[in-house]
């Protein structure tokens, strides 16, 4: 009897694994190479675009900015209180913060000197009295700012005066707070 030789197929299974193996680095190369080819390219545009518009965001300010000649520019509504001859304002701030009395107060006109001082007041009793300067801001001022040790001060119904004073100009403003 003549043996019959048993051919090995072992031949396919080692090519079908180096088809996948070559199938998959071909795929690996093109997803790398498409993330990274994007990546540069479009760093390089982002900055191009950023200049592009920032150039296009200029021309648009300058020809928006370009006055109109029969355009009326209407800055606020209301007359100009830097025109009215007197001061005005608000205490903004009041309120006890930890261990102090905290006042804040605002002037609805632009002013370059003068001065706020406070009085704290309960009944006829002027329990505390301060002065600080004014300081002007871009179309306001402010007064400097009191913090007042509220031990001082005891406890009660207690009222804040405070007089402004710039040049010829003056202003009272009161307030109440409880201690």
């Known amino acids: 009897m003549a043996r019959r030789r ?6 396919i299974s080692r090519l079908f694994f180096l088809i996948l193996l070559v199938a998959a680095i071909v795929v690996c190369y093109f997803v790398w190479d498409g993330y ?20 296009e965001k200029k021309e648009e300010t300058l020809k928006e900015e370009e006055p109109q000649a029969n ?6 509504d209301g007359p100009d209180p830097n025109d009215s001859g007197v001061l005005t304002g608000a205490i903004t701030h009041l309120e006890v913060s930890g261990d102090y009395l905290v006042v804040r107060v605002n002037i609805d006109q632009y002013l370059t000197n003068g001065s706020c001082e406070m009085n704290i007041v309960r ?6 009295t301060e002065m600080v300067p004014i300081f002007g801001s871009a179309s306001t001022s402010t ?22 004073k ?12 409880e201690l």
Not at 36 to 55: G, L
Not at 71 to 76: E, I
Not at 151 to 158: A, N, R, V
């Open 143 to 164: 007064c400097e700012g009191f913090n007042v040790w509220v031990s001082s001060l005891g406890s009660g119904k207690t009222t804040v005066i405070i007089n402004m």
């Open 166 to 177: 710039s040049g010829e100009e003056t202003e009272v403003i009161t307030k109440e707070v």
């Open 71 to 76: 355009a009326d520019v209407v800055k606020f």
């Open 6 to 11: 048993k051919r090995s197929k072992k031949w």
């Open 36 to 55: 990274f080819r994007d990546k540069k390219p479009k760093e390089e545009r982002d900055e191009n675009q950023v200049v592009e518009q920032t150039e």
């Open 123 to 128: 009944g006829n009793e002027v329990l505390y």
